[in-house]
C-alpha cells in the first residue's frame, strides 16, 4: 500500500501548498456575507467549507476530484475510493494492490458476529449498521497509537487511511450480515476473495444471481460515495472527526444523520410513492392520472419526493445514470416506467406550482435509486438507506483522511441568540419587528 499513500501524501502536499499560499496572501479576504435568511435558515447556501474530495456544480452535477459522473460512473467502487483519496485513478497495479488489501482486511473479529446475531430483530437495519460500526471502534489504529503518545500531527493522516481500509474492507460483511440475519432471516454467505468489492456485496446480499445485479451495485456504490462536505451526513462525520474522534465513531454519527428522512431515507420515501401510485391506479398508470395524483398531493400540502435539490438547479446526473442502467437491463419494469413518466409529468407541475418558485423542479437521484433496488428483489425498504451508506462512508473516509493531512483545525463555528440578532439589525436601522 506504500504507493497508495504515496499518492495521498503527494495529493495533501499539493493542497497544503496552496493553502499556505493563501493563508499568506489572501488570508483577511472575504469570500462572501451572509444573509438573514441564512443564519436562520440552516446555513443554506452559505460558502464556509473546503473539501476537497468533490463538489457539486448546480448544472453539471458532481465531480469527484475534477471527473463528471460520466467520467466515473463505470468504475469500480475500489477505483472511486482511490480517486477520493488520492486525487487520481490507480493503475491496472496499485487496483489489484488495494483489492487485495481490501480482501485481506474484510474478516469480521468473532466478537462482532456474535454482536450481529443477538441484535434485536425490530432494529431499523440503519441502527444495526451505525452500531456495528461504533463497535469496531476499539479496533481503531489512530485510536491506539494516539493514546499510546506514539503520534505526531504529521502522522494522523497515515493512520486515519489504515483505520478507513480496515473499515471500508469490512462494510459489505457487515450490512449483507445484517441484511440476511434479521431481514430474510438466513445464514450469511461467505466472503469470497475472488471477487471485486462490489460483486462481494452483491453476492453477499444473495437476492439475485444475475451479473447485472452486480453492477447495479456498483453503480450505486459510485453514484453515492460523496456530495461534498455540507450535506448532513458528511459534514456530521466531518466535524466528529475534527475533534480527533477516530474515524468509527465519525463514520457512526455521519450515518446517523444520514439515517433521516430529509437525507438518506429518502430513497425508500420516493418508492413507497411509486406504490401508492400503483396501489391506486395499478402498475401501468396514465401520464393523466399522474398529473391528477401528484397536484393533489401539492394541494393537501405534501412534497413530491425526489424531486428538488438544496444545490442542484438541474436533472440529478446520478438521476442520469442510474436511468441508462434501468434502460439497458430493466426497461419494462412498472416500477421505473413510472419514474419515466413522472419525471415527464412533475417537472412542469412544480415549474409553474406557487407562481415558480420551485428552485429546482427536476429529479434527484432518489427519484429513481430506489425502485431499482427493488426490480432486483431487495424488497425490505429500510435496508435502503444501508445501501446509500456503505457508499457514502467512503467519502467520510477520504474527507477526514484529506482534512488531517492538511492538520484543519476542530470545526466550531459562531452561533448568537435572537436577542445579538435583532440589536444588529437595529444598528443597520433595519425595521423591527413592531414597526409597520
Known sequence: MEQFKNNVKKRIDILGKEISWMLAE?????????????L???????????CNTSFVDPYRGLFISDYAIPEFADKLPEEVFYLLCAGKFPSETELAELQEEFSFRAELPEYLWTFIRQLPHHLHPM???????????????FKQRYEAGELTKSEYWELMLEDALNLVAKLPVIAAAIYRIHLLREEPIDYRPSLDWGANLANMLGVNPEL???????LYM???????GGNVSAFTSRVVNSALSNLYYATSAGLNGLAGPLHGLANQVCLKFIRAIHERFGESPSTDQLDDFVKEELKAGRVIPGYGHAVLRVTDPRFTA????????CPNSPYLQTVKKLYYVVPTILKAYKAGKVANPYPNVDAISGTLLYHYGITHFDFYTVMFGISRTFGFC????IALGLNQPIIRPKSVTNNWLKEFLKSKNAPSETEE
Open 222 to 228: 459510485v453514484l453515492h460515495c460523496d456530495h461534498e
Open 26 to 38: 489572501h488570508a483577511d479576504t472575504a469570500v462572501g456575507e451572509v444573509s438573514v435568511k441564512q
Open 322 to 329: 442510474f436511468m441508462e442502467f434501468g434502460n439497458r437491463h
Open 40 to 50: 436562520l435558515g440552516g446555513m443554506r447556501g452559505l460558502t464556509a467549507l473546503v
Open 398 to 401: 477520504a474527507q477526514s483522511i
Open 212 to 218: 447485472s445485479f452486480a453492477e447495479l451495485v456498483r
Open 127 to 141: 441502527t444495526m449498521f451505525s452500531l456495528c460500526i461504533l463497535a469496531l471502534e476499539g479496533q481503531s489504529v
